[in-house]
């Protein structure tokens, strides 16, 4: 039997509110139903824009600066890892769950966060590492400044100036215009950071 408070509601009311419960019931249960049978494909490593060029430029300067030999994109244990180093069995990677997984298989791995300083990559190896000169305020790359520089566009720039520096920059970069994916990475990179400090 229904509640007292039910019966004054009008009925078209109450009639609605079901309807559009069960509908929505419904529509869930059909985007369930479809992301397990139809799941989303991960994007090629390739093709992902993850900020992690810079990163990889920064990691392969420090090793070789401590003249460790290492090999990239290496395949270990079912998991690609960004950095390998055959003589120590030691793994780098930016993705957690190949971390995981291969520690979990016995090969010491050190996950590389995107805002860890490539200096600190040396306290988390397994091994002594040389001491590497510290690099001077000016030395330091600045990558807002870089950025800025790539798009060709001085500072400080609007979000406008940004914008058409990149559309410009497009035109030559593109892999449909004759350039290389990583040329494209590269200035998709450029231009997000620097639209993040243009001025208004």
């Not at 190896?125 to 000016?138: K, N, Y």
């Not at 400044?145 to 060709?152: I, P, R, V």
């Not at 979000?159 to 920059?169: L, M, P, S």
Request: aromatic share 10%; with cysteine; glycine share 8%.
């Amino acid at each position: 039997m229904l509640p007292e408070w039910v019966s004054l509601l009008p009925p078209w009311l109450v009639f609605g509110l079901l309807g559009g419960g069960v509908a929505s019931v419904i529509a869930a249960g059909v985007f369930l139903v479809g992301g397990r049978l139809f799941p989303d494909e991960p994007a090629p490593r390739a093709e992902r824009i993850d900020g992690s060029a810079r990163r990889r430029a920064e990691i392969q300067r420090y090793l070789r600066d401590i003249d460790e030999p290492f090999a990239e994109d290496y395949e270990i244990g079912g998991e690609t890892v960004e950095f390998y180093l055959p003589q120590r069995d030691v793994a780098l990677t930016f993705d957690a769950q190949a971390y995981f997984r291969l520690e979990r298989a016995g090969t010491y791995t050190v996950l590389c966060e995107h805002e860890m300083p490539v200096r600190a990559l040396g306290r988390r190896l397994p091994f002594e590492v040389p001491t590497v000169g510290v690099e001077s305020e000016s030395d330091r790359s600045n990558p807002v400044q870089d950025a800025f520089e790539h798009l060709g566009v001085s500072r400080p720039a609007t979000v406008e100036e940004v914008r058409d520096a990149y559309r410009d920059r497009v035109l030559s970069v593109h892999p449909d215009h004759g350039g290389s994916e990583a040329e494209f990475k590269r200035l998709q990179e450029a231009y997000a950071t620097a639209r993040e400090h243009a001025s208004d």
